[in-house]
């Protein structure tokens, strides 16, 4: 097994997901890149725990785990936010959206 | 090459042909099910890492929990359902932004790793993964259930407006 080549592949994943970030202009849209960079730095871990012999067997992919839980839970709330968002002002377009107080409050 | 290479290979390309859809695509619902694509593909690399455990957790937790609440907030928010051309904004700035990381991480790592060839490690199933999580990690391991408790209190408390209000008044 090559490490370069899941590596390779990871840091790509992790570009796609930089783009995603920036271009995207849907808060829904923008949390499945952020996804996609969460999975990019999974698989770095994987790939690690593989490739490097640690003093502590497979805490790479013990790491993973706890990554894929923070993403669960930046996802529960992410969402609770997007929703609630979109319940005040009708829109989840991030880059039209005024600050301050909505009107009719 | 060897079998695990190829078969990484092809994954990979899978895995990264989709995350390109997901951020390209001008259907929102079909970039959520591109998502599905995409991590169930990066699920297989775990597979071929020898990484069990955390293959299934990913298809458990991600393909069958997160894009599942994605889908749902892209319906109740009412995404449009055909294609729709203002889902992005200019492309350059993040082209230039995203392939740079990307770029640079590649280089990064080849040159850590450069063509060097590594023994797959003993499978990570589930019984040597929990000894590691409750033997080793026990206390991150504590500390995520109160973080997992705490973003459910807050995902509930920012969800309903009832007591969302009190707050600001």
């Known amino acids: 097994m090559h490490p370069a080549l899941p590596f390779t592949i990871a840091a790509l994943l ?6 995603g970030v920036v271009v995207r202009r849907n808060a829904v849209l923008m949390l499945m890149a952020v996804e996609l960079m969460l999975n990019a730095v999974n698989l770095v871990f994987v790939t690690a725990d593989a490739a490097i012999r640690a003093a502590v067997p497979h805490s790479g992919q013990s790491f993973t785990l706890f990554v894929i839980v923070l993403a669960a839970a930046e996802i529960g709330v992410g969402l609770a936010l997007i929703l609630q968002l979109y319940r ?9 959206l005024p600050l301050g107080e909505p009107d009719d409050r | 090459m ?6 990484m290979a092809a994954l990979g390309a899978v895995a990264l042909g989709a995350g390109l859809l997901v951020v390209t695509t001008r259907h929102v619902v079909r970039a959520g099910l591109w998502l599905v694509v995409a991590l169930g593909a990066i699920a297989g690399l775990y597979l071929v890492l020898t990484a069990e455990l955390v293959a299934w957790v ?4 991600y393909v069958g929990a997160v894009v599942v609440l994605l889908l749902f907030a892209v319906m109740l928010t009412r995404a449009p359902i055909g294609a729709s051309d203002d889902l992005d904004r200019v492309r350059w700035p993040g082209a230039l932004i995203g392939g740079g ?14 063509w060097s060839r590594v023994a797959l490690p003993e499978p990570g199933t589930a019984e040597r993964l929990g000894a590691a999580l409750f033997r080793t990690w026990v206390l991150p391991f504590e500390l995520l259930s109160v973080l997992l408790l705490a973003a459910l209190v807050g995902a509930i408390v920012v969800s309903r407006p009832d007591i969302g209000a009190r707050g600001r008044g």
Request: proline share 0%; no cysteine; hydrophobic share 60%.
């Open chain 2, 101 to 114: 990381a990307g770029a640079g991480l590649v280089v990064l790592l080849i040159d850590a790793f450069r």
């Open chain 2, 2 to 7: 060897t079998t695990a290479d190829v078969l």
């Open chain 1, 88 to 96: 005040l002002r009708r829109s989840v377009v991030i880059d039209e």
């Open chain 2, 58 to 61: 990913q298809v458990l937790v």
């Open chain 1, 14 to 19: 992790f570009g796609i997901g930089v783009y």
